[in-house]
């Protein structure tokens, strides 16, 4: 069977990283999430009706290993730990 040619359009796009808005699929939590609990209704919308995913932003995922020492912002200012 012949391979069916893809054309690929040039379309805009929008590309919305939200830090701090966190996925939590464990449902007995949902009490204590801010999202689940506020009024999201563009949200809702977008998740609805368009393409979206979720990515991983920790650990392996992006090169940090066990030994690897970040900088995290804590009341006193940024200070080093480790993982």
Known sequence: MAKKKVTLKNKPFVLIIRDGWGYNPN???DEYNAVKCANTPTD??????YPNCLIHTYGGYVGLTAKSVIKTLGPAGLFPRSL
Request: net charge negative; hydrophobic share 45%; charged share 45%.
């Open 27 to 29: 449902p007995d939590e």
């Open 44 to 49: 809702d919308m977008l998740m609805a009706e």
